[in-house]
Antibody, heavy 121, light 110 residues
Framework: EVQLVESGGGLVQPGGSLRLSCAAS????????MVWVRQTPAKGLEWVSR????????KYADSVQGRFTISRDNAKNTLYLQMNSLRAEDTALYYC??????????????WGKGTTVTVSS | QSALTQPASVSGSPGQSITISCTGT?????????VSWYRQRPGKAPELLIY???DRPSGNSNRFSGSKSGNTASLTISGLQAEDEADYYC??????????FGTGTKVTVL
């Protein structure tokens, strides 16, 4: 079964750091671009970051640029999100997502269940 | 990076058709046909419903259809069923390998 399982969420103080992990099973992430998406009740879904197959190209939403770093370890079949200088507005459920080539482009076809990050003093 | 604009809620009776709009700009929906739609049931992760504006992943119901005109994309649900109650989100490529989601629409079956 194709599956993504996130971990590493928790409660952290403003200004703190956290590293999220996403373990893939049932497929090799080597063959796919991967994405992080977050969700809050107030703002809904927000695209956060994307990384290409070998990790040489990364992109970020303006809201996290310079604070978050996406990376991957293809040998461990694992995706990461290093989050620094955390703010209250980063509080969200963070999803790990596979970016699948479909039709003429790439689309988010497999989602994990998410891991919750709470930034509060 | 402003979100795409969707109506907060749309409702319909069983068997009816409803349409959810998703309005962007000439920098996203207006420039690319890389528009997708996701359904999110309560407590669950989103699921891909539509890709490339109007295509459906294999196995998905043909009651869901997508279209685009200018800077606005639309999702139509035909033959509305109780199981269609969920939140629906659009998504568009925005260039430079970045993406943007819509604000989300809650669909209620009356």
């Amino acid at each position: 079964e194709v599956q993504l399982v996130e971990s590493g969420g928790g409660l952290v103080q403003p200004g703190g750091s956290l590293r999220l992990s996403c373990a893939a099973s049932g497929f090799s992430i080597t063959n796919y671009w991967m994405v992080w998406v977050r969700q809050t009740p107030a703002k809904g879904l927000e695209w956060v970051s994307r990384i290409n197959r070998d990790g040489s190209s990364t992109k970020y939403a303006d809201s996290v640029q310079g604070r978050f770093t996406i990376s991957r370890d293809n040998a461990k079949n694992t995706l990461y999100l290093q989050m620094n200088s955390l703010r209250a507005e980063d509080t969200a459920l963070y999803y790990c997502v596979r970016d699948y080539p479909l039709g003429t482009w790439f689309y988010m076809d497999v989602w994990g269940k998410g891991t919750t990050v709470t930034v509060s003093s | 990076q402003s979100a795409l604009t969707q109506p907060a809620s749309v409702s319909g009776s069983p068997g009816q058709s409803i349409t959810i709009s998703c309005t962007g700009t000439s920098s996203d929906i207006g420039s690319y046909n890389f528009v997708s739609w996701y359904r999110q049931r309560p407590g669950k992760a989103p699921e891909l419903l539509i890709y490339d504006v109007s295509d459906r992943p294999s196995g998905n119901s043909n009651r869901f259809s997508g279209s685009k005109s200018g800077n606005t994309a639309s999702l139509t649900i035909s033959g509305l069923q109780a199981e269609d109650e969920a939140d629906y989100y659009c998504n568009s490529y925005r260039g430079g390998s970045t993406y943007v989601f819509g604000t989300g629409t809650k669909v209620t079956v009356l």
